[in-house]
């Protein structure tokens, strides 16, 4: 091989992840470089939205009043401290707020076929603290994400795009990441990037569970069925933070 040649070296990790690595002179500096080739990590990151629990899901008018203001109530949570909730009934928006009164989260609910209310609609999340600064927004479907969220640092500067979808098998609806997945260095250029998409496994389980009226005691039926879930497809790409690419891996 000669000195300054414009080549490289394709390395594979785990059999799955192809490594492009330029070929320098000295063998030092091609070890050095396999080898934080090595580090490289292909587990794919999870949900990438904050999440909290939806207190309001059943009535909460029974709950102690703090305040109230022309619009809505502020409601103590029961057993829950740290937080408190506030609703606007007739616009159906709820916020979810800090003792300091910084909101958390806010977005609009609806009432569903179960007599439960769902978030639904679009939600914001905040990075905790003072500033109220956005940490990911999307939409809510029914309880579930759905469409496109979006996710930031506590600079504004966006981290990660989730893409979310419905399907229906047999008359039955089903959410889960579906689309691009996509995140970002604080700089703003993009660190990884992929594609999601649905797949039926009939060897997985669907549960219900059911209460029986007379004893109250609960039973978890399974049935066995094409229940759809996400998975990694094609090919996923893996950024430096200088934009070069990294890696890239071949999903099945």
Avoid: C
């Amino acid at each position: 091989m000669t000195g300054g040649a414009n080549r490289g070296l394709s390395f594979f990790y785990n059999w799955r992840v192809r490594v492009q690595i330029p070929i320098f002179r000295g063998m030092k500096t091609v070890y050095t470089i396999i080898l934080t080739a090595l580090l490289l990590t292909t587990s794919l990151a999870v949900k990438a939205q904050m999440e909290y629990p939806f207190y309001a899901a059943d009535d909460v008018f029974d709950w102690e009043m703090i305040r109230k203001d022309s619009l809505g109530v502020y409601l103590a949570i029961p057993n829950i401290e740290d937080k408190i909730v506030y609703i606007n009934r007739e616009k159906k928006l709820y916020r979810l707020l800090d003792r300091t009164n910084n909101v958390l989260e806010e977005g609009t609910y609806k009432l569903t076929q179960e007599k439960k209310n769902a978030r639904h609609g679009l939600w914001k999340v905040y990075h905790e603290g003072p500033g109220q600064k956005l940490r990911s927004k999307g939409y809510y479907e029914d309880g579930k994400f759905v469409g496109v969220w979006e996710n930031y640092y506590p600079s504004g500067k966006i981290k990660a795009m989730v893409s979310y979808t419905l399907t229906e098998v047999k008359g039955k609806k089903y959410y889960d990441q579906a689309g691009t997945y996509r995140e970002y260095f604080e700089s703003g250029n993009v660190k990884l990037e992929g594609f999601y998409k649905m797949s039926l496994d009939t060897n997985m389980k669907d549960a219900i569970y059911v209460v029986d009226p007379k004893t109250k005691k609960g039973t978890v039926l399974e049935s066995k069925g094409e229940i759809p879930h996400a998975r990694p497809s094609g090919t996923w790409y893996y950024y430096k933070e200088n934009g070069e690419l990294l890696a890239t891996e071949d999903k099945e």
